[in-house]
């Protein structure tokens, strides 16, 4: 019995892998879900934080509408505004930019240099002014007639702006219609004969106010400004000024407020802007 050799015992262990809630699996998914709730949370809070315009705002911001004009602006990119592609070609092939810019120059104390102007721009300005003061001398002359209330003139870095301005008592169009009141023939009669003395180019633009063109969605305020700014257009030529000055005529809409009451009578207006070469 001694000599019997003793049998081989082979323990086998059992390892088993924690699971179930003792994982990390369920951590994942648990953040993914708290992070859902935070974002609709705050989904939730901006829709009440915000205005119907602001909210609209947003959904042009990722849904763009923006509708084009359509008479042409002028330009010959896209937008009917400038090309940079235009100019950076002009730029390759050695014959330069299509406009020189000449950038102020900055002191060693900070203070910035006023560029002096050629003879051509100051002669530029100074035409424009004489010509904004024979405007308001005109309209100094119709004090205690409505119509002086409605003209505006003021100098822009784009050269001399002239507004004609609406109210409610007398408007420059029929409501919601691009038909023109008698008021608007009067002041282009004032206005015409000195817009024609000018030799600039000039640029037409129709503006409403803030409140929604009524009708079925085919027709908005982009339309109807602009439908504005063509009748002030034929208007102008009518009383004398050279059809071949005018280099643009667009409807802004509502985009260009000129009171801080987006619905202002005030911002139903038309712009004529004699641009400084």
């Known amino acids: 019995m001694a000599g019997r050799e003793q049998p081989i015992i082979i323990k086998r262990k059992k390892i088993i892998v924690a699971g179930g809630h003792h994982g990390g699996a369920w951590k994942v998914a648990y953040a993914d879900f708290v992070t859902a709730m935070m974002a609709f949370f705050l989904l939730m809070w901006l829709l009440n934080a915000t205005t119907e315009d602001q909210r609209k705002g947003l959904a042009d911001y990722f849904n763009p509408s923006v509708p084009i004009s359509r008479i042409s602006g002028g330009g010959s990119a896209a937008l009917d505004g400038s090309s940079v592609i235009a100019d950076n070609d002009l730029i390759r092939d050695g014959t330069g930019a299509a406009k020189t810019q000449t950038a102020p120059s900055l002191r060693e104390d900070g203070v910035t240099e006023k560029i002096e102007e050629t003879p051509e721009e100051k002669k530029s300005r100074e035409d424009l002014e004489a010509l904004e003061s024979e405007i308001n001398q005109k309209r100094k002359a119709l004090e205690g ?25 007398t408007p420059l169009f029929e409501l919601g219609s691009a038909r023109p009141s008698a008021l608007l023939g009067q002041l282009l009669e004032v206005v015409a004969p000195v817009l024609a003395t000018a030799e600039n180019k000039m640029e037409i633009f129709g503006h409403t106010d803030a409140l929604a063109y009524q009708g079925d969605g085919s027709y908005s305020n982009w339309e109807l400004s602009t439908d504005r700014a063509n009748i002030a257009r034929r208007l102008l030529v009518a009383h004398g000024l050279p059809a071949d000055q005018i280099s643009a005529v667009v409807g802004k809409a509502s985009t260009q407020p000129s009171s801080p009451d987006p619905f202002a009578p005030q911002n139903r207006r038309i712009a004529v802007l004699l641009r400084a070469p």
């Open 145 to 169: 007639d409505e119509l002086a209330n409605h003209i505006q003139t003021r100098m822009t870095p784009d050269g001399l702006l002239v507004e004609l301005i609406d109210d409610n008592d």
